[in-house]
Nanobody, 130 residues
Framework: QLQLVESGGGLVQPGGSLRLSCAASGFSLDKSPIGWFRRAPGKEREGVSCISSRIGDNDGNTVYADSVKGRFEIFRDNAKNSVELQIHTLKPEDTGIYYC???????????????????WGHGTEVTVSS
């Protein structure tokens, strides 16, 4: 049974950092396109960062929403069979439930929209507040 489990959320002060983890069971994330999405209060789910299938020794091509560029970093941790989302300089508007998702296919040009992804975790909550 393929499962994705997010972890690492919590309450953080503005300016702080968090590292979210998306771990898989039932399959290897090594080559799968993976996305991180968030649902802010009262808003629809949006893509914040996605990574394409692995390309040789490269983790894959990455995509970031304009609102998180320079603050979020997505990368693979093969030892943990996970995809991590390192978040710096958190802002109150980063508050929301963060979901990871995996794509069943292979692509080096990932579209970071929910409809592109096939498997979803249940989310981890991030609250940025002083």
């Amino acid at each position: 049974q393929l499962q994705l489990v997010e972890s690492g959320g919590g309450l953080v002060q503005p300016g702080g950092s968090l590292r979210l983890s998306c771990a898989a069971s039932g399959f290897s994330l090594d080559k799968s396109p993976i996305g991180w999405f968030r649902r802010a209060p009262g808003k629809e789910r949006e893509g914040v960062s996605c990574i394409s299938s692995r390309i040789g020794d490269n983790d894959g091509n990455t995509v970031y929403a304009d609102s998180v560029k320079g603050r979020f970093e997505i990368f693979r941790d093969n030892a943990k069979n996970s995809v991590e989302l390192q978040i710096h300089t958190l802002k109150p508007e980063d508050t929301g439930i963060y979901y990871c998702a995996a794509m069943a296919g292979f692509t080096v040009q990932v579209m970071c929209v929910p409809a592109s992804f096939d498997y979803w975790g249940h989310g981890t909550e991030v609250t940025v507040s002083s």
